[in-house]
């Protein structure tokens, strides 16, 4: 592989590596506003609304696990998962 070619690769990892980091920080930010908010159980709906945000900071947490393993290779139970992490069977 050329020069050129070699940093082209490079520059595509560094890429999505940030992509990944800047839609962490962004779901981390999602459940901090989700642990922020304090629900108001005398009002209708509260119970589904209270409800939704904890499936929606589980899918969050779920989420940002995925992304850290294909970004480093390691499962979030901390096995390696090898040189192709999106096989990893556990």
Do not use: Q
């Not at 560094?14 to 962004?26: E, L, N, P, Y």
């Amino acid at each position: 592989m050329c020069f050129a070619a070699k940093a082209r690769t490079l520059e595509v990892r560094r890429m999505k590596s940030g992509t990944h980091h800047t839609v962490i920080a962004d779901l981390r930010e999602v459940i901090s506003a989700l642990d922020r908010r304090v629900p108001r159980l005398d009002r209708d709906g509260e119970h589904d609304i209270a409800r939704d945000a904890a499936e929606l900071k589980a899918v969050a947490l779920r989420r940002i696990a995925e992304l850290m393993h294909l970004h480093s290779g390691a499962h979030p139970s901390g096995h390696e998962c090898g040189t192709n992490p999106r096989r990893c069977l556990a």
